[in-house]
């Protein structure tokens, strides 16, 4: 199934993302919780089969991260850039 496999793809890469922030403040420590808290969620709804749930949960995780380099509360590495709008 295309969306099972999209969401693998997200899941699968935003996990790596995740293990190479870099957060500067507490602001962005929470921000950076909250995208942690949309991924575990995401992870859970695709292990039970809720794709729609679990898609919309790893776009909003992605949605957390991508504000965060915007506003330049956190660093990742320059490898995951293009992952982003930045």
Same mark, same amino acid.
């Given at each position: 199934m295309e969306l099972e496999h999209t969401i693998r793809k997200e899941i699968e890469k935003m996990e790596k993302v995740l293990k190479n922030v870099k957060i500067k403040n507490s602001v962005a420590m929470?921000?950076?919780?909250?995208?942690?808290?949309?991924?575990? $969620?995401?992870?859970?709804? #695709? /292990?039970?089969? $809720?794709?729609?749930?679990? #898609? /919309?949960?790893?776009?909003?995780?992605?949605?957390?991260?991508?504000?965060?380099l915007h506003f330049d509360f956190i660093e990742i590495p320059e490898e995951f850039r293009n992952f982003f709008t930045t």
């Amino acid at each position: 199934m295309e969306l099972e496999h999209t969401i693998r793809k997200e899941i699968e890469k935003m996990e790596k993302v995740l293990k190479n922030v870099k957060i500067k403040n507490s602001v962005a420590m929470e921000v950076y919780n909250l995208a942690l808290s949309y991924f575990t $969620d995401s992870k859970h709804f #695709f /292990e039970n089969g $809720d794709l729609i749930r679990a #898609f /919309e949960a790893i776009i909003i995780s992605w949605a957390y991260i991508d504000s965060c380099l915007h506003f330049d509360f956190i660093e990742i590495p320059e490898e995951f850039r293009n992952f982003f709008t930045t």
